[in-house]
């Protein structure tokens, strides 16, 4: 396998397709998603920094209604040559210099060119690609296994994850629904747009699956750290146990010199909150010449704290278990092949399918879909005006803001509350976010047909 250096002598992911079972993305010709876009040492360095700060941290932005946007027909020219920002990209670096330790979620909006066609809503419903491993948890009869399960679900997301380009943020209302598989919906909202957080449920013959997703950064010159906050909780049906999940880090690394990649690493904890059991894993940080990427380690652990399994693995393709005493090897969770040829932006099947409305529950759809949004459409069709269609639905964002405080309106979501209350265990304490629960009206108010036209609006327009 091949291992590269970056220009400053950094590690750098191994090359190749799927190389230790990572996205294909990399691998696709002519790919420019930033995770792949190289910056040299040149005669201009100040200009490579900006253009790789600028897309760097566009990418981690995490409002698109503030009035500093790249929205509209000038950043419109920007899908054909990334050069003619390079004067507002040298500006932006001098913003961002002042802020080293900083929270980076709120700063710029950014061109389509440095996107993915799916929303933030719909990357929260990947996790959902391995729903088969809590089907196969709730139906466990040995209580450390069954937390075992829980754990590969909660691990098989991050195989999505070095895929880099910026998912569309959602617009306050905008909602996602998944068609599971036994027929029923997973339903996401966006229910908060300062600060940018969703909400997600869904309730199948064996699980209920609930989660407050929002995330924080740190930006530290030539990486970005995120920092996921939030609560998950999901419920086995057949033995009525509750779990959490306690997810790791990623880091952003070569915002300004090199090629820009993705790390996660750091503890992981998948609790049992009804009987105390415990997995504690450990997401080993990419050392030199890619040495320790990927690897996951850890134990399952009693009730009383003493080791039953142990559970090894890569986060990007397999997790297997064994017995502490000793014993074969269990798979528990293996990647799912990757489509052929390699999608343009390194999706699965599952993500590709996922903007089809083969996908959507087979009653109808909410107008507020994130399917339907325009800009999503012209991106994933390859049209050249995606990005003035997100800039129009960016001010009429606005338009509603301000509408709303003219009238002393108040906005509130449509199929998600505040919970009152809400239980947060000791690791939960900090996420720094209310906490949202599904408030059951989605199932008394299902949509019926396919809309054509996107309206997550307050004060619809014609």
Known sequence: METLVDDVGGALPPKGPNAAGASEASAVPG????????WTWGSDLVNAAAGAVGDGLNYLAG???????????????????????????????????????????????????????????????EIMQYQRLLDDANEEEDPEVRLAK???????????????????????GETFELKM?????????????????????VKTKNFTYDITSAVTTKFMGNWVDV????????????????FNIVPPNSRVNNLIIGRIWIDTFGPMKVMNLTSGAIAELDFKACGMMSLGRYVVSGEIKRPDGTPALNVSGHW???????????????????????????????????????????SAPDYGLLASDSRLRPDRVALDKGETNATSLKHQLEEQQRAERRERKEKDDVWAPRWFKKAEDAELHE????????????????????????????????????
């Open 227 to 242: 920092f996921p906050v939030g609560r998950t909780r999901i419920t086995l049906h057949k033995t009525g146990e509750i």
């Open 181 to 201: 598989d036994d027929g029923s919906t997973y339903l996401a909202e966006q229910v908060s747009h300062h600060p940018p957080i969703g909400a997600g449920h």
């Open 427 to 462: 690791l939960e304490e900090a996420v720094g976010t209310d906490v949202w629960e599904y408030n059951g009206e989605y199932d008394a108010n299902k949509p019926v047909g396919a809309p054509k036209k996107f309206s997550p609006w307050q004060y619809p327009k014609d």
């Open 316 to 358: 990007n393709r397999d997790l297997s278990y064994s017995i502490v005493d000793g014993g074969a090897s269990v798979k528990l969770w293996e990647v799912d092949p990757w489509p052929k040829p390699a999608n343009k932006y390194g999706f699965t099947t599952y993500t590709i399918g996922m903007n089809e409305m083969s």
């Open 63 to 125: 409002y698109d209604d503030l009035e500093v946007t790249e929205g509209g027909e000038g950043a419109h020219a920007g899908e054909h040559t990334e050069g003619e920002a390079v004067d507002e990209r040298k500006a932006m670096w001098a913003q961002l210099k002042e802020m080293m330790g900083s929270d980076v979620m709120s700063v710029f909006s950014l061109p389509t060119f440095l996107m993915e066609p799916v929303s933030t809503l719909q990357k929260m419903a």
């Open 31 to 38: 790919h420019r998603s930033w995770i792949s876009r190289s």
């Open 150 to 172: 829980v754990t590969a679900f909660a691990v098989a997301v991050y195989s999505t994850m070095e895929r880099a380009k910026k998912p569309f943020n959602p617009i306050l």
